[in-house]
């Protein structure tokens, strides 16, 4: 199974694996399946606690389905190739780049972090509206929530005209741009502001991902199975594809660029790795609590 999940997050057809080892087809799709949850839930686990992003990319690919289209929205870290994670979901719209930022949210600490987008207003504005800190004004009373004043972001538009890029416009969201410029030539270093990093993204996603081919034949079906296989192929670039620029510079992996781990993992590590379970948390009801749903809420979660 550890070699049907290696050369399936290559690219491997799964009727090639059939023909090969003679498994059958459920076997591979429920391999498949373990494999992208347990991809989804170790980024999760190694990345605690929040850790400096400063600059990410984030972008938007449509994926042809048999019922229409879905967009999958992906964010990647530009300094370390670290990819912070994507989201499914079916209109192009505030809640999908909603979850995405709440996730870079989530993964980010209180430090400057500059975003960068394409051609996607509802990414900033969503942003703006997920990266924010409680603040209470007195002693009672619902605190209100403050957006970061260490966000920068900036809106990259590129004009086409026959299937060709003709124009870039470049425009600043939040920020002044001698900071924007600061930050992006730490993170960065030479060049312009641009969203090549989360491009570069795109191009193994597509090449190992049938359905995300721009003029393929192949057709998602489940919305579940494409995440799991993008849940997979990001892990698997951050633990075990080395990217050529953190090669020629003696790092193996993304994982190791972040100070996250100390060598480059096998496919049979991350299938191997226990994931610790969360906290029991108790359902929520309307009313006084009872005394004894307290007190096991009390044992159990201390």
């Known amino acids: 199974m550890v070699i049907v999940v290696t050369v399936r997050a290559h ?40 850790r400096e992003r400063g600059h990410v990319q984030a972008d938007a690919l449509r994926v042809k389905t048999q019922g229409g289209s879905v967009w999958m929205a992906l964010a ?18 505030m809640p999908l780049m909603r979850q995405l930022s709440e996730r ?7 430090r400057p972090l500059v975003l960068w987008t394409e051609g996607w207003c509802t990414s900033l504005r969503a942003m703006r509206q997920t990266v924010r800190e409680p603040v209470r004004p007195g002693p009672g009373g619902r605190p209100w929530r403050r957006p970061w004043r260490t966000v920068l972001s900036a809106h990259v538009v590129t004009r086409s005209a026959r299937r060709r890029v003709v124009g870039t416009a470049r425009r600043m969201v939040e920020g002044t741009p001698a900071r924007v410029e600061t930050l992006r030539r730490r993170a960065q270093g030479a060049g312009v502001i641009n969203t090549a990093s989360i491009e570069r993204l795109h191009a193994p996603c597509r090449e190992r991902v049938a359905p995300l081919a721009c003029r393929g034949r192949a057709l998602a079906r489940p919305t579940l199975t494409l995440q799991h296989g993008m849940s997979l192929l990001g892990t698997v670039s951050n633990v075990y594809t080395p990217p050529a620029r953190l090669s020629d510079a003696g790092v193996t992996t993304p994982a190791m660029a972040a100070g996250i ?11 191997s790795f226990q994931v610790p379970r969360s906290r029991w948390a108790p359902p929520q009801r309307r009313g006084r609590p009872a ?12």
């Open 261 to 271: 781990t100390d060598h480059g993992w096998t496919v049979r590590e991350l299938r």
């Open 76 to 93: 990647r870290m530009v300094k370390t190739r670290w990819w912070l994670g994507g989201e499914v979901s079916a209109p192009r719209a």
């Open 104 to 110: 870079v949210r989530r993964w980010a600490a209180h």
């Open 291 to 302: 005394r004894a749903p307290q007190r096991l809420s009390e044992r159990w979660c201390s």
């Open 11 to 50: 690219g491997c057809p799964l009727q090639a694996m059939v023909a090969a080892w003679g498994v059958d087809e459920r076997t591979v799709a429920d391999g498949w399946a373990r494999a992208g949850r347990q991809g989804q839930a170790v980024p999760e686990d190694l990345v605690e606690p929040p």
